[in-house]
């Protein structure tokens, strides 16, 4: 069995597998996706596996890259998330 490699949609030209991503980015990514947006709690995506499908991982550096509100997130390993 091979090694399990990163890969999201836009990056495998369509694929719909989404990122290998750690615990702690995966509980990141989800308190984003539940963060209030302009103050209502819609974020416009149908559900929390779509959101995480926009989610870009950027191997060079081991962090997931997430276009939010007008300026792109990343969530590092550890899930620290800054802009």
């Not at 694929?15 to 615990?23: E, F, P």
Request: include cysteine.
């Amino acid at each position: 069995m091979g090694r399990l490699e990163p890969t999201t949609g836009p990056q495998q030209k369509g694929d719909t597998t989404m990122a290998v991503l750690t615990r702690a980015q995966r509980e990141s990514l989800y308190r984003v996706y539940i963060r209030p947006v302009n103050g209502t709690t819609h974020t416009g995506i149908r559900g929390y596996r779509s959101f995480r499908r926009m989610a870009a991982y950027d191997g060079l550096i081991g962090c997931v890259m997430l276009p939010w509100c007008g300026m792109w997130l990343g969530i590092e390993p550890d899930g620290h998330t800054h802009s």
